[in-house]
């Protein structure tokens, strides 16, 4: 995991998120492990997660917000960015 305090000491920008909705989108990514992650993330990691997506957002290939945030969630988790195991959302069909 990457340290908060020094991804929001040099943040210029942020995005604002609810965790508890962002774990179906990563479901849907083929991200459940991050997913999981997520739910234990503190205030301050979150934050941190918000300035990278931050980021994210304003790359080049122009991502939806979603993406964007599922890309930072996975880069705060893993240490490193890398594309979501799905381009494409797939979302279960049973709800529960």
């Known amino acids: 995991m990457l340290d908060p305090k020094a991804i929001i000491s040099g943040a210029r920008s942020t995005v604002s998120f ?12 083929g991200e459940p492990e991050a997913a999981a992650t997520l739910t ?18 304003s ?3 122009n991502p ?10 996975v880069e705060f988790i893993e240490g490193a960015a890398r594309p ?11 709800r529960g």
């Open 18 to 29: 609810k965790p508890e909705r962002m774990v179906r989108e990563l479901v849907a990514y």
């Open 40 to 57: 234990q993330l503190n205030p301050e990691a979150v934050a941190a997660v918000g300035v990278l997506a931050s980021r994210h957002y």
């Open 59 to 61: 790359a080049p290939d």
């Open 64 to 73: 939806m917000l979603d993406t964007a945030i599922c890309r930072a969630i």
């Open 84 to 94: 979501l195991r799905r381009k494409r959302r797939v979302y279960s069909k049973h």
